[in-house]
C-alpha cells in the first residue's frame, strides 16, 4: 500500500464515495424541492380559480348585472391573473340556498404541472354570492 495523505492509502475503499453521496442525495433534494413547487403552483392557482369566481359571482348578484356579467367578469379576471386557457370552462347559475336566492359560478380549468411528471386532472371551484332584489 502506498500512503497518498494522511490517513489515506491508494487503496482505499471510501475513495470517491463522496461524489456518489452528493450525487444521491442532490437528486433526492431535487426530487423534494419540485414537489413543493408543484403543491405551491397548484394551491395558488386553485386560491386564485376560487376569488375570480366569487368575484364573479358578486357581479353577477348585483341587481343591475346578470350571469353573463359574472361570467365575464370572471373570464376576465382569470385572463388577467393567470391565462386565458384557465377561463375557458365557466358557467354561471341561480340557485336557492336556505330559502335565499344565490349565484354559483363553478370554474373547471386544467390542474398546472410543472415540467413533464406531475398530477394530471381539473380543478372545480365555485364562488357563490347573495342575489340582489331589483
Known amino acids: 500500500m502506498t500512503v497518498v495523505g494522511p490517513g489515506l492509502t491508494r487503496d ?3 475513495r470517491g464515495s463522496a461524489v ?3 450525487t444521491l442525495v442532490a437528486v433526492l433534494v431535487l426530487v423534494l424541492f419540485l414537489g413543493v413547487v408543484q ?3 397548484a394551491v395558488h392557482v386553485r386560491a386564485t380559480l376560487v376569488d375570480c369566481a366569487a368575484e364573479g359571482a358578486r357581479v353577477a348578484g348585483r341587481a343591475d348585472r346578470g350571469p353573463q356579467d359574472g361570467a365575464a367578469r370572471t373570464r376576465a379576471l382569470i385572463g388577467a391573473a393567470l391565462s386565458p386557457r384557465y377561463a375557458e370552462d365557466v358557467s354561471v347559475r341561480q340557485t336557492v340556498v336556505d ?3 344565490v349565484v354559483e359560478v363553478t ?3 386544467p390542474l398546472p404541472v410543472v415540467g413533464l411528471l406531475g398530477p394530471t386532472g381539473v380543478l372545480t371551484v365555485d364562488g357563490h354570492a347573495l342575489e340582489e332584489a331589483p
Open 99 to 101: 330559502g335565499l336566492p
Open 12 to 14: 482505499d475503499p471510501e
Open 20 to 22: 456518489v453521496d452528493f
Open 107 to 109: 370554474v373547471s380549468a
Open 39 to 41: 403543491v405551491a403552483l
